[in-house]
């Protein structure tokens, strides 16, 4: 393996075995940007797996982020985030984010940001993806990375003529973005220590599709002993993902959309046009109350072995220190913001649950979502019973299945609504964000915040950030101001709620948990 160079005296400057970055310092904090993990991905090394960075001569220069992965773009962002990545994007994308108190060797604990974002959006250098305000308050060294999203990431193309054998187990036929990531990890364990950092205390963390991207990179066999821990937000575990064959179905449905026939006219198009087909791809995959996700992981066997949802169960995955949560409703992210959700009825989404649960059972399972929240609207039982079924109720059964193998998780749900919207998006997927990176001048543009008591805002904010500093330096959320938080497992079933009022409680997520309780013959 390649070791990194000593530090120089000049801070802003380390060297590599690829070649010497000059940062910057901000804010106190040494930063290093668009440093290359990879090599670029482009010509016929499109959908291809990620390969290292032939390197540079000289100094390269690390204050400017890189461009973005290509993605949809929409002027003035939407009305929940106010946009999740913006221009300019490129395919040479694969790059990452170093924020260090100090180049030097102090060996502090590394933290690996993966951004989320549906599959198709996000971008590593968003500002409220900042790792300074962790970096100061916490000592710690953090990384966040792009990887390839979208078509560029996400297509599954199926065995390439030339590139795979016939039975199509080349690991470059699915799930670029793993290899993208794998890349990035490989990076920073053979990397971190010219930045500070130690490289035997790497806690990968990441939000919605970060987190499931961080679950397969933990169960990823060419990552053992390269985690020491991990924290999941929001993971949207329930998550039927495909395998080869089924995927290629929606694949055909995409090449038709770009106007190509087959993969090498797919790979002669300007990336523009491959963005621009996975809008379509959006509006043919949609079903009414789901989630849409017109890319995702696939299953082939040999880059993702299993669903992430299962990889902490397994193998030396199994021994990671494990922090999981989500928002109270998640779902409002997504729905509560549509007025033609807002006409739902009754009828429709008891249609909607019997798809999950059943003709026969589902009116009384309605009857038990609208009881759970007096006054509920059928959008208000949807939204609820999608929050569930997507996110809630795989974490539950993630930590219920870890405390069975004596390898508990910290499991957490946030529940402080927000104001904004006359209070209709509650405490939807992402809003947490903010208050983790406690950082929410770099969240300005966000509508979601509006309305926030700033009081309640910071106090919180304070508790959960330095809770998240505490878990990565240890392996335990505890600090001097938070409640005493115990892991969960079976029968207390400890979670932690993140309100305007901090406390641990037994069977937060009860009612949900026995509602979905697998039937029994």
Same mark, same amino acid.
């Given at each position: 393996m390649?070791?990194?160079h000593?530090?120089r005296?000049?801070?802003?400057?380390v060297?590599?075995?690829?070649?010497s970055l000059?940062?910057?310092?901000?804010?106190?904090?040494?930063?290093f940007?668009?440093?290359?993990y990879?090599?670029?991905p482009?010509?016929?090394h499109r959908?291809?797996p990620?390969r290292?960075?032939p390197?540079?001569?000289?100094?390269?220069d690390?204050?400017?982020d890189?461009?973005?992965a290509?993605?949809m773009?929409?002027?003035?962002?939407?009305?929940?985030?106010?946009?999740?990545g913006s221009?300019?994007?490129?395919?040479?994308?694969?790059?990452?984010?170093?924020?260090?108190?100090a180049?030097?060797?102090?060996r502090?604990?590394v933290?690996?940001?993966i951004?989320?974002g549906?599959?198709?959006?996000g971008?590593?250098?968003?500002?409220?993806?900042?790792?300074?305000?962790?970096?100061?308050d916490?000592?710690?060294?953090?990384?966040s990375?792009?990887y390839?999203?979208?078509?560029?990431?996400?297509?599954?193309l199926g065995?390439?003529?030339?590139t %795979?054998? @016939?039975?199509?187990? $080349?690991p470059? /036929?699915?799930?670029?973005w793993l290899?993208?990531?794998? &890349?990035? !990890?490989?990076w920073?364990h053979?990397?971190i220590?010219a930045?500070g950092?130690?490289?035997?205390?790497?806690t990968?963390?990441?939000q919605?599709?970060?987190a499931?991207?961080?679950a397969?990179?933990a169960?990823h066999?060419?990552a053992?002993?390269?985690?020491?821990?991990?924290?999941?937000? %929001?993971? @949207?575990?329930g998550? $039927?993902?495909p /395998?080869?064959a089924?995927y290629?179905?929606?694949?055909? &449905?995409? !090449?038709?959309?770009?106007?190509?026939?087959?993969?090498?006219?797919?790979r002669?198009?300007?990336?523009p046009?491959?963005?621009?087909?996975?809008?379509?791809l959006?509006a043919?995959t949609m079903?009414?109350g789901?989630?849409?996700?017109?890319?995702?992981?696939?299953?082939?066997?040999t880059?993702?072995?299993?669903h992430?949802?299962q990889?902490l169960?397994?193998g030396?995955?199994?021994?990671?220190d494990?922090?999981?949560?989500?928002?109270r409703?998640?779902?409002?992210?997504?729905?509560?913001?549509?007025?033609?959700y807002?006409?739902a009825?009754p009828e429709?989404?008891?249609?909607?649950?019997?798809?999950t649960?059943?003709?026969?059972?589902?009116?009384?399972?309605?009857?038990?979502?609208a009881?759970?929240?007096?006054?509920a609207?059928?959008a208000?039982?949807?939204?609820?019973?999608i929050t569930?079924?997507?996110?809630?109720?795989?974490s539950?059964?993630?930590?219920?299945?870890?405390?069975?193998?004596g390898?508990p998780?910290?499991?957490?749900?946030?529940?402080l609504?927000?104001?904004?919207y006359?209070?209709?998006?509650?405490a939807?997927?992402?809003?947490?964000?903010p208050?983790?990176?406690?950082?929410?001048d770099?969240?300005?543009?966000a509508?979601?915040?509006a309305?926030?008591?700033?009081a309640?805002r910071?106090g919180?904010a304070?508790?959960m950030?330095?809770?998240w500093i505490?878990f990565?330096?240890t392996?335990?959320?505890n600090h001097p101001?938070?409640?005493?938080?115990?892991?969960?497992?079976?029968p207390a079933?400890?979670?932690?709620?993140f309100?305007?009022v901090?406390?641990?409680?037994?069977?937060l997520a009860?009612?949900?948990?026995?509602l979905?309780?697998?039937?029994?013959?």
């Open positions: 390649a070791q990194a000593p530090p005296e000049d801070g802003t400057v060297d590599l075995p690829a070649g000059r940062g910057a310092i901000e804010g106190g904090i040494a930063v940007r668009a440093v290359p990879a090599a670029p482009v010509g016929d959908w291809r990620a290292p960075h390197g540079w001569s000289g100094v390269r690390a204050t400017a890189g461009p973005s290509p993605q773009y929409q002027e003035g962002g939407d009305p929940v985030l106010g946009g999740h221009p300019p994007f490129d395919e040479d994308c694969l790059t990452l984010n170093v924020w260090t108190p180049a030097d060797d102090a502090r604990p933290l690996l940001w951004h989320g549906g599959f198709v959006s971008s590593g250098s968003l500002p409220g993806y900042s790792g300074e305000t962790f970096a100061r916490g000592d710690l060294v953090v990384v990375i792009n390839r999203i979208g078509p560029l990431g996400y297509l599954y065995p390439q003529d030339g %795979s054998d @016939p039975g199509g187990d $080349d470059g /036929d699915a799930n670029h290899t993208d990531q794998l &890349a990035a !990890l490989r920073v053979e990397n220590a930045f950092g130690d490289p035997d205390r790497i990968v963390a990441g919605s599709g970060g499931v991207s961080t397969a990179l169960g066999p060419e053992r002993g390269l985690i020491r821990r991990v924290i999941l937000q %929001s993971p @949207p575990f998550l $039927d993902l /395998d080869p089924t290629l179905e929606r694949t055909a &449905a995409y !090449l038709e959309l770009a106007g190509v026939k087959d993969a090498e006219e797919l002669a198009l300007p990336w046009a491959l963005i621009g087909a996975g809008g379509g959006f043919q079903r009414w789901y989630w849409p996700t017109p890319f995702l992981p696939v299953i082939d066997g880059t993702l072995l299993r992430p949802a990889s169960l397994h030396a995955a199994a021994d990671l494990v922090m999981i949560g989500w928002t409703e998640e779902a409002n992210f997504g729905f509560a913001l549509d007025e033609g807002a006409a009825t429709q989404v008891t249609s909607r649950i019997a798809e649960f059943g003709a026969e059972a589902a009116p009384g399972v309605y009857a038990a979502y009881a759970g929240r007096p006054g609207r059928p208000d039982v949807l939204m609820d019973l569930d079924e997507l996110f809630r109720i795989p539950v059964r993630l930590a219920e299945e870890r405390a069975a193998l390898r998780v910290w499991a957490y749900q946030f529940d609504p927000t104001p904004a006359e209070g209709r998006l509650g939807a997927h992402c809003l947490e964000l208050f983790v990176f406690d950082n929410f770099q969240w300005s543009h509508p979601f915040l309305g926030l008591d700033p309640v910071d919180l304070h508790a950030h330095q809770a505490a990565v330096r392996g335990d959320p101001d938070l409640p005493h938080w115990q892991p969960y497992d079976t079933r400890t979670t932690m709620r309100d305007s901090i406390a641990p409680l037994g069977d009860g009612t949900s948990r026995l979905h309780r697998p039937t029994r013959p």
